[in-house]
């Protein structure tokens, strides 16, 4: 890795780059589904290759080649060095980045058992066994079950000094049971949906999370859905458990806090953001309970990492404080934009193929002080709502409805009966502004969501989202279908 990345940048030099960095990434995955105790799929592969990032005249080159050719690394660095001066023709303001320490380091994600060195019919019979578990409750006609492992190696380097690899572990699992009668489907999820819970340490996480335990719950919980009463209509309060609080955090908060869809740079696919510079430090977000705090540093996180793709280091900050916006997620180039000393480390591609984007590290809701059935016990009118089923938001992160697999109609401090199809929707600082309760670290989670989606051409990371439920007042209502 050492001596192809030494070729890379030593060819972006000669063809006259002022700046050049390269990754070198070897990456090993392992994706396993079950449905109804047969095999779904199975998918296993091995990626190597390399990206050479170059500024030449102001402008971003930028090469990739899989292998590891010491020819082909000559060859793409001169590649990104011609393409950055082609687009330094129409570049409207040179390109300038904010200062960085040349690090020479290393890291390591931390874990017990590597999963690849699980075999392959031990991780099938312990699905197999859940699907049988979900298919003992009759209503139950689909059950689904997965694991995903990834094991990514980098080494990065750059002309500035910085000497820099990585190990980042990551592995998940889920099943989903789906039942059916009377014109119904109902689904529950478990330990959270699209495809359960992620985080980046060994298989020891798969008993960590009792998943074999919570299928017979899982399973009769989706049966009784399908003769629970649609959720009614109307302006209640609604307690956001914590899975469901997370993707609310990653929609309403991460994405807008994106400094370069702020400037711009996502306009064309993922949209923009209504956070402007001008609100930084300015804007209510949320009542002074929400303190929201990117953190790239969290164990186990998925978006959790010792040092971004331009070599600069993790780090915890806060984007909102006791309610006001205070920070952006950050690149080298937008922190110098908005005349910030440092990046904050958010710049990651998700392969060797692809240029550097800034994507969320964890972001999470700080704990509040209270406990669970305290919160419940004190809600007169209210719903509580777990686990995603869909969502939608508008292009600047402003207007939004989500819907949850399942629902809980709380009246006088009690929690009552099963809702279906249960919806809310507001705008995003309303919506936070209207938080009131946040339950304590007890039943705080970092949820790991794998699959983000951003760029052109199309790139995938994963990040993590802590949070404990929460409660908000008066929020708008529905059912998503009222069923027969």
Not at 35 to 41: A, F, P, T
């Amino acid at each position: 890795m050492r001596d192809l990345a030494a070729r890379a940048l030593d060819a972006a030099r000669s063809a006259g780059a002022d700046y050049a960095d390269v990754r070198v990434v070897r990456t090993r995955t392992q994706s396993l589904t079950t449905k109804n105790e047969q095999v779904g799929s199975l998918d296993e592969r091995d990626d190597e290759g390399f990206g050479v990032r170059v500024l030449a005249g102001g402008a971003w080159g930028f090469a990739s080649r899989a292998g590891d050719a010491p020819e082909a690394a000559v060859a793409a660095a001169q590649e990104a060095v011609v393409l950055a001066r082609a687009a330094a023709r129409g570049c409207r303001s040179p390109v300038e980045m904010a200062p960085a320490k040349a690090l020479q380091a290393s890291y390591r994600t931390p874990f017990e058992i590597d999963p690849f060195s699980i075999s392959l019919d031990a991780k099938l019979d312990f699905l197999f066994a859940i699907d049988r578990a979900l298919r003992a409750e009759k209503a139950v006609r689909v059950a689904r079950s997965s694991m995903d492992f990834a094991k990514k190696q980098q080494f990065f380097a750059s002309t500035e000094g910085a000497r820099i690899d990585q190990e980042i572990l990551s592995s998940g699992a889920g099943y989903v049971a789906t039942a059916v009668g009377d014109g119904e489907i109902q689904v529950r999820s478990y330990p959270n949906s699209f495809r359960g819970q992620f985080e980046t340490r060994g298989y020891e996480m798969l008993a960590d999370w009792r998943l074999l335990e919570n299928a017979p719950r899982v399973a009769s919980e989706a049966a009784a859905l399908l003769v629970a009463d649609p959720c009614p209509p109307g302006a209640r309060d609604v307690i956001l458990g914590g899975s469901q609080l997370g993707l609310q955090i990653h929609e309403s908060c991460g994405h807008p806090a994106e400094l370069d869809r702020v400037l711009g740079s996502e306009a064309n696919y993922a949209g923009q953001s209504f956070l402007t510079p001008d609100l930084q430090g300015e804007l209510c977000y949320g009542s002074p309970l929400v303190t929201l705090r990117a953190d790239a540093t969290s164990p186990r996180g998925m978006g959790t990492f010792g040092y971004d793709d331009e070599g600069v280091a993790a780090q915890s900050w806060d984007l909102v404080r006791d309610g006001r916006f205070v920070d952006y997620l950050t690149s080298r180039e937008t922190a110098r934009r908005i005349g910030a000393s440092a990046s904050r480390g958010c710049m990651r591609a998700d392969g060797w193929r692809n240029f550097p984007l800034i994507r969320m590290v964890n972001v999470w809701l700080v704990p509040g002080t209270w406990g669970f059935e305290d919160l419940v016990a004190d809600t007169d009118d209210g719903i509580l709502m777990e686990t995603n089923r869909s969502w939608s938001i508008d292009s600047y992160r402003l207007n939004f409805q989500f819907g949850t697999e399942i629902g809980w109609e709380i009246r006088h401090g009690k929690r009552g009966r099963m809702l279906r199809n249960p919806t809310y929707q507001g705008t995003t600082t309303d919506f936070w502004n209207r938080c009131d309760a946040i339950c304590d670290a007890r039943h705080w989670v970092l949820w790991g969501i794998p699959s983000c989606g951003k760029g052109q051409p199309g790139q995938i990371m994963a990040t993590g989202h802590g949070a404990a439920p929460a409660r908000f007042r008066k929020i708008q209502v529905g059912v998503a279908r009222a069923g027969s």
